[in-house]
């Protein structure tokens, strides 16, 4: 996203924090809630949906093919239509936008043309345009196996068995099959490579599927969807668990309590697992009636974590960010496949803590970063909106971080500066 916004000082904390911050929905569920609305055979409401840049590039690309997206209030009423091109869809850097909107596209009848920023033309695409191939689509991609590339849709895909190697992205499968029940024969999905990581937006896309009146079968690295009608109805979408991160690692690094209400029970987000990975490195976790509370007791008093991020990659830069400001070393493993993100994100992390003073460096697979002293200076977000969240959280401890491109934090949290001026100020 090409931004020339000025650099935004990250507040420092001026004492403990004590707050209560109610987060806007999750990404991953809005962008699965729509797509399996635009392909379900009734109207769908989609309550507390995140508005924010890639939520609007979904509605903005199924509007294209001739979806309706009405706003009533913060809702979203999806009328399904017949899918029809020509069309031209933006996907800007959005992983769900570039891998569940294309099946969706060669459901269409028509050429639908599909690009992105120039960074989502490195992301990993080629599996799934070579697996739509196989299930009966054509695409003209120039032989280069990623965007831009145009769907040329007759209006139907035959479906069936395909094997894939998804170890660059679990969005590969995902994407296969939220439209997969509107494909003749539904889809069998077959893994084969290195593990797939992010398996709990796996489960959230079974999950979301069989909510929606979709039969799912899976077994290990095998996915299978049976052909047949998607309902409408209602969603109501959880809190962005994952967005949760930073405000309830404030707790940590400023000390004090952050709250955040309506933390689901039960639910498929990886954020989920923020509980168990903040409790390693020392706070105070607790689920009540009120939400999630984390206490922490400020930075350089909490434990580094040692941990297997594979299955919860996207928590990466807000984890790293604590890590730098922990008691003792850390180890994050598993996520080689962030060098595929929004940006490169092990080289991001390393090259601007390291600007700040810090001592991070690449493993094959991971970070390793040790504690140090840091200080002030601008620090560059490469068009990656948890870089940013990640520079919040540093600079709560570090007087004089200043973050490029903040507004570039809008893919999936539009206020998030404001959001973060309420801890200082809430509780
Ligand atoms: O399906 C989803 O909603 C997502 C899956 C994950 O992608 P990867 O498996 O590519 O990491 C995650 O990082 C991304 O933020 C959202
Ligand atoms: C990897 C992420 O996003 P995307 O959906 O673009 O893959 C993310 O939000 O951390």
Request: proline content about 8%.
């Amino acid at each position: 996203m090409a931004s020339s916004s000025p650099h935004w000082v990250a507040p420092v904390a001026d004492g403990p924090v004590d707050a209560t911050v109610a987060l806007p929905g999750s990404k991953s569920m809005t962008n699965r809630a729509l797509i399996l609305a635009a392909l379900a055979d009734g109207p769908v409401c989609v309550h507390r949906p995140l508005h924010s840049r890639d939520t609007e590039l979904m509605a903005d690309a199924l509007r294209a093919l001739g979806v309706g997206v009405g706003e009533d209030g913060d809702d979203w009423q999806i009328l399904p239509g017949e899918l029809a091109g020509p069309a031209r869809v933006d996907v800007g850097l959005a992983g769900t936008v570039m891998r569940f909107l294309p099946p969706v596209a060669a459901l269409a009848r028509g050429e639908v043309a599909i690009d992105g920023e120039p960074r989502a033309r490195e992301r990993p695409m080629g599996p799934i345009v070579e697996a739509l191939r196989a299930l009966g689509a054509e695409i003209d991609d120039g032989g280069r196996g990623a965007l831009p590339f145009t769907v040329r849709g007759t209006g139907a895909v035959a479906g069936g068995a395909v094997t894939i190697d998804a170890s660059g992205s679990s969005q590969l499968v995902s994407g296969l099959l939220l439209a997969a029940p509107r494909f003749g024969k539904g889809v069998e999905v077959r893994h084969e490579g290195p593990p797939v990581p992010s398996a709990p937006h796996l489960a959230m896309t079974v999950q979301m599927l069989r909510a929606a009146g979709a039969t799912v079968e899976t077994g290990e690295n095998l996915w299978r969807v049976a052909p047949g009608p998607l309902r409408g109805g209602e969603w109501v979408i959880e809190p962005d668990l994952s967005n949760a991160a930073q405000f309830l690692g404030a707790a940590l690094v400023a000390g004090g309590r952050v709250t955040v209400p309506d933390w689901p029970g039960a639910t498929t987000q990886p954020g989920d697992a923020l509980r168990g990975l903040l409790a390693d490195m020392g706070a105070e976790v607790s689920l009540g009636p009120d939400g999630l509370t984390v206490r922490g007791p400020g930075a350089g008093e909490y434990a580094g974590l040692e941990a297997d991020l594979h299955e919860v990659g996207e928590l990466t830069p807000v984890l790293a960010a604590l890590a730098a400001l922990a008691g003792s070393p850390s180890r994050l493993t598993g996520i080689a496949h962030l060098r595929g993100h929004e940006t490169d994100r092990l080289a991001a992390l390393v090259a601007e803590l390291n600007r700040l003073g810090g001592d991070a460096r690449e493993l094959p697979d991971g970070l390793e970063i040790r504690p140090r002293p840091l200080h002030g200076g601008v620090f560059r977000t490469y068009d990656d909106h948890r870089m940013v969240m990640a520079a919040a959280v540093l600079g709560l401890a570090v007087p004089g971080v200043e973050v490029e491109n903040p507004g570039t934090v809008g893919k999936t949290m539009p206020d998030f500066t404001g959001l973060w001026a309420s801890l200082r100020t809430s509780g």
